[in-house]
């Protein structure tokens, strides 16, 4: 397949190695990734703090750079960002559009997808050769949970990696408490859900927390580190893009006791080379 990938604001200028290793994923399974360079924002900020008009330009320009009819798909290493393209611009296109804009957002909305949703539902694919010696634990991000209803679709994918250790996470669907803007708004609510959040990941002895969202890992990570509890966060598509041939290592972590040490671990990174990606 030919799939355009959407590297969100959150990846672009804090969590690049996320988008990297979604396309490091979908080219070793065979696929070519594709990154538009002119695309922007989605404007899933500016519709979830109430300004439905204003991106209006954004939704025009994610339609016109992903609407590509070579495209078969486009993905998002992102719950919310994929359901702002295939929910919110849909209401900004009809309420605020015209007839051009209301029919590329339907165009795009109908091959748009989260990055579990592109693995399992369109490819097939829940085995995809990655190697995690590590203790896992999976947050469902809320609208991945709620908005684009993945399901077990993430849980899927990290019950096939070797050799990792998947526990569950206690009230793994309460909400961290980020939100976007809510956790600037309601700081008071938004640090007491994180809490209880942070708490349940601690309770997990996991090393690593992983979720689909970068953001979502962004405010655990913060409640982490601030109780220095030694559990990472890292992003989905980080620990399916890791394989025995280059492993990504967590620095002063022995790897679990079922893992077989037949890989090298010298790197604290990803040795995955990053793939060429048409743009």
Not at 189 to 200: F, H, P
């Amino acid at each position: 397949m030919r799939i355009g990938l959407f590297a969100t604001c959150l990846g672009d200028t804090m969590f690049p190695d996320a988008v990297s290793a979604t396309a490091v994923l979908l080219t070793r399974l065979g696929h070519e990734v594709v990154f538009p360079p002119g695309q922007t924002c989605c404007g899933q900020m500016h519709v979830n703090t109430g300004y439905q008009r204003e991106p209006v330009p954004l939704v025009r320009n994610f339609a016109e750079q992903f609407g590509d009819p070579s495209l078969d798909a486009v993905v998002m290493p992102s719950g919310s960002c994929a359901g702002s393209v295939r929910h919110q611009h849909e209401i900004v296109a009809e309420r605020y559009g015209d007839a051009a804009l209301r029919q590329g957002v339907a165009t795009v909305k109908a091959k748009t997808y989260e990055l579990s949703e592109l693995l399992v539902d369109v490819l097939g694919v829940t085995g995809v050769g990655a190697w995690f010696p590590y203790r896992v634990t999976y947050h469902p991000t809320c609208h991945s949970l709620r908005m684009l209803r993945v399901g077990e679709k993430p849980l899927r994918l990290l019950r096939a990696v070797e050799d990792l250790d998947l526990v569950e996470l206690p009230e793994a669907d309460a909400c961290c408490g980020f939100g976007g803007t809510f956790a600037v708004k309601n700081a008071d609510t938004s640090s007491a859900m994180l809490q209880d959040k942070v708490g349940n990941v601690t309770a997990t002895g996991a090393d690593v927390c992983t979720a689909g969202d970068s953001s979502c890992l962004l405010h655990i990570g913060g409640g982490l580190s601030r109780v220095r509890a030694g559990t990472r966060t890292l992003h989905l598509a980080q620990i399916l893009a890791s394989t025995r041939t280059t492993p990504y290592v967590l620095p002063g972590v022995p790897p679990t006791p079922r893992a077989t040490p037949t890989s090298p671990r010298a790197s604290t990174t990803p040795a995955a080379t990053t793939p060429e990606v048409t743009r």
